[in-house]
T-cell receptor, first 115, second 116 residues
């Protein structure tokens, strides 16, 4: 079974609008962490936001927020006020295991921001 | 620069040759991961080291692949008898102590392998 599922291969959003990128995960570990990374066309992986499995509140980092629904095992990324520079691949990831020995990535969503 | 460093950045080789990639993690990081990424796909987990111990290895990893981290600092990933299907970007990432931080990974710029 896939550990991380991203069902949107590609998304378009108008500049200045908000967009939600979907992510579901699968784990039986009670302690895990969820991450979103951005990969521009230049190739570097940029950390955006983190949510711990025991965190009660949804994580926020500037224009990024993570909509964490634990019972549904979903961790959607919301980008508010999209900018042209947000055009990139976005990967949802999960770490599990006592030693953080398992760290999985989804297949990604390519976001295109239109002017 | 104290980020994760990988070399070579690009490697072109002929099928059947051996190749080795090196990763120098952030100095205080004890966790080190190798991933393989093909175009338009997410990083695929290959192996994980905590200090010098290889704690996790993907079942998908062929026995032609081997990784080491001899002194818990830099790591090498060797691919023997390369095949065209090995063509990909090989990413290295490092992270701080497990359990006392979020577990965020810091990535290198990758080593791109092309097998002719």
């Amino acid at each position: 079974a896939q550990k991380i599922t991203q069902t949107q291969p590609g998304m378009f959003v108008q500049e200045k609008e908000a967009v939600t990128l979907d992510c579901t995960y699968d784990t039986s570990d009670p302690s895990y962490g969820l991450f979103w990374y951005k990969q521009p066309s230049s190739g570097e992986m940029i950390f955006l936001i983190y949510q711990g499995s025991y965190d009660q509140q949804n994580a926020t980092e500037g224009r990024y927020s993570l909509n964490f629904q634990k019972a549904r095992k979903s961790a959607n990324l919301v980008i508010s006020a999209s900018q042209l520079g947000d055009s990139a691949m976005y990967f949802c990831a999960m770490r599990e295991g006592y030693n953080f020995n398992k760290f999985y990535f989804g297949s990604g969503t390519k976001l295109n921001v239109k002017p | 620069d104290t980020g994760v460093s990988q070399n070579p950045r690009h490697k072109i080789t002929k099928r059947g040759q051996n190749v080795t990639f090196r990763c120098d993690p952030i100095s205080e990081h004890n966790r080190l991961y190798w991933y393989r990424q093909t175009l338009g796909q997410g990083p695929e987990f290959l192996t994980y080291f905590q200090n010098e111990a290889q704690l996790e290895k993907s079942r998908l990893l062929s026995d032609r692949f081997s990784a080491e981290r001899p002194k818990g600092s830099f790591s090498t990933l060797e691919i023997q008898r390369t095949e065209q299907g090995d063509s990909a970007m090989y990413l290295c990432a490092s992270g701080g102590l497990a359990g006392i931080n979020t577990g965020e990974l810091f990535f290198g710029e990758g080593s791109r392998l092309t097998v002719l």
